[in-house]
């Protein structure tokens, strides 16, 4: 730990090539995020948040600049970290413990120990019946819950979260926030969490960063706090209906710039 | 009310077939008669000459269509693996699966004679087929299951038997379904031109010493066993699929 930021991004510029021409993604983009923080990246569709992430996990290299974990250049991907996408990609024809066991087994750990960690995670998120079924049993949020649980498996100290909660509606999008808020600060991951939601950002983040439209660039940076909270944080939930909940919003949507194109 | 009139259809057929002939409103040299293939069933089987020739049929079809499906297969994770030669090759890929392989048949036969010519076509033929059809399969991957592995740090090999190949079993069972029907015509086309057993061979020979019974006999036993095999692939289909509740 210490002043090192565990991930770190230094003048990130990303630019590729479709049939139209060269599309510059993210332009000059400068992050650090110190361990165990729990960072939001927001910003309008398009804008460069999920290249990011791939740049973070290894499966993008930047055009110029350099992308850091622990202060070391990223050089492909690597155990410290784990990225949960949109959807939970689930293998129709695994049951649901193997499934969760997949990232354990491509990185070859030890299969008896992750699979000790797999059954105490599907446990602990309620789906200790459904271990030895398949995933076309489950609705969306438990679907989402496997992915998290298959992310952990592997037990990585970093976590890119893409839009994790999007695909569901909106009572299970409240609910897995809370569940997934709680047991990633419990076990001290450091988080990178992308989302258009705001609500979603600052319900769950320490930190918010808000991405321009494309190409990407820094806008601004939000440390959240809730010291009406007293001493504890509140959960997601809570923070809806806290008093700086509304300000935090406001800011962030105007900066944002959401409107119609004229 | 469906099963009803899938059986008076069976039954009218069967009558027509019968009456038509001994009525002479058909010539019954040129169509036989139901009540005449029983005998002529019996008579073969007693020989002992029935089995060897069903055994005949089945066994190069069988025997073809699984040998195209491996050799099919290993082509069609070749060209996934190099796309390179994946691009070279594509359009005499085209041209090799719609050229009708029947065609070379006689070819076959002159080069490797009457045994060996059958097992080629039938082999040909599903071949073909198969590197298109589980080609294309692979190329239906979902990227994101692939995007998924890759954040694991999966190397091309753990991509293509941890995601590309279980994800491709539909796509397969699909290819035996269709390999099945084609290597069947594929074999009773090579035993037309140069079998002395097999169901096609029995099927010609019979046409030319003008014994329609034989004919019908063995054209009626063909369409039993390729409805058995049909329905073997069918129920495999449904075995796998409800394991695996492909419908998502």
């Known amino acids: 730990m210490g002043n090192e930021p565990k991930v770190e991004l230094r003048e990130v510029n990303l630019r590729h090539f479709t049939a139209e021409g060269e599309i510059e993604a993210l332009s000059r983009v400068s992050l650090r995020i110190a361990c165990g923080e729990f960072v939001s990246i927001v910003g309008q569709s398009g804008c460069g ?35 949960m996408l949109q959807q939970d990609y689930l293998f129709e024809w695994r049951t649901i413990l ?33 271990i030895y079924g398949f995933p076309h049993q489950l609705s969306g949020g438990m679907r989402q819950r496997v992915a998290l649980a298959r992310t952990l498996c592997t037990e990585p100290e970093i976590l890119l979260l893409d839009e994790p909660l999007s695909a569901l509606d909106f ?50 940076e939000h440390a959240i706090a809730y010291p009406s909270g007293g001493g504890r944080r ?15 919003f406001n800011h962030i949507w105007g900066e944002l710039e959401v409107h119609v194109r004229r | 009310m469906v099963l009803g009139g899938r059986l008076l259809l069976l039954v009218a057929f069967l009558i027509a ?32 000459n029935l089995l060897r020739h069903i055994q005949a049929t089945v066994v190069t079809t069988v025997i073809g269509f699984l040998a195209g499906m491996i050799i099919g297969t290993l082509v069609a994770v070749f060209l996934w693996w190099w796309n390179f030669f994946q691009r070279v090759l594509e359009p005499y890929l085209v041209v090799a699966n719609a050229m009708p392989k029947i065609a070379l048949v006689p070819i ?8 060996l010519s059958i097992y080629a076509i039938a ?45 491709s079993v539909p796509t397969m069972i699909g290819a035996l379904k269709v390999n099945v029907g084609l290597a069947l015509v594929g074999v009773i086309v090579g035993e037309f031109q140069s079998a002395k057993a097999g169901l096609g061979y029995l099927i010609l020979y019979g046409g030319q010493i003008l014994q329609m019974n034989l004919v ?19 129920y495999l289909e449904a075995a796998v699929m409800r394991r695996r509740q492909w419908a998502r």
């Open chain 1, 98 to 130: 193997d499934n969760v066991l997949l990232g354990a087994e491509i990185q070859g750990l030890d299969l008896k120990a992750a699979r000790r960690r797999a059954e105490a995670l599907l446990e602990r998120y309620g789906l200790g019946d459904f």
């Open chain 2, 123 to 167: 082999i040909a033929i599903s071949v073909f087929v198969t590197i298109l059809m589980i080609y294309t399969g692979f190329q239906e991957t979902d990227p994101n299951k692939i995007k998924l592995v890759r954040t694991f740090g999966a190397t091309r090999w753990q991509v293509l038997r941890k995601v590309v190949l279980p994800g």
């Open chain 1, 49 to 83: 948040k999920s290249t990011l992430l791939s740049l973070i996990a290894g499966i993008l290299r930047p055009t110029e600049g350099e992308v850091l974990i622990d202060g070391r250049p990223v050089q492909g991907p690597s155990r410290q970290v784990g990225y």
């Open chain 2, 216 to 234: 019908m006999t063995s054209v009626t036993i063909l369409a039993i066993i390729s409805t058995v095999m049909y329905l073997g692939i069918y």
């Open chain 1, 171 to 220: 009572q299970t999008r409240l609910a897995l926030a809370d569940e997934m808020a709680a047991i990633l600060r419990r076990e001290g991951k450091t988080v990178i969490l992308v989302t258009h939601d705001i609500s979603e950002a600052i319900s769950m983040a320490d930190r918010v960063i808000v991405l321009s439209r494309r190409p990407g660039r820094v806008k601004a």
């Open chain 1, 234 to 248: 509140p959960t997601p939930f809570e923070t809806r209906s806290a008093p700086e909940f509304g300000a935090y």
């Open chain 2, 17 to 48: 077939w019968e009456v038509f002939p001994r009525m002479h409103w058909v010539n019954p040299m040129l169509t036989s008669y139901p009540s005449a293939l029983w005998p002529t069933f019996l008579s073969l089987f007693r020989e002992g």
């Open chain 2, 108 to 115: 076959f036969y002159i080069w490797l004679g009457d045994v």
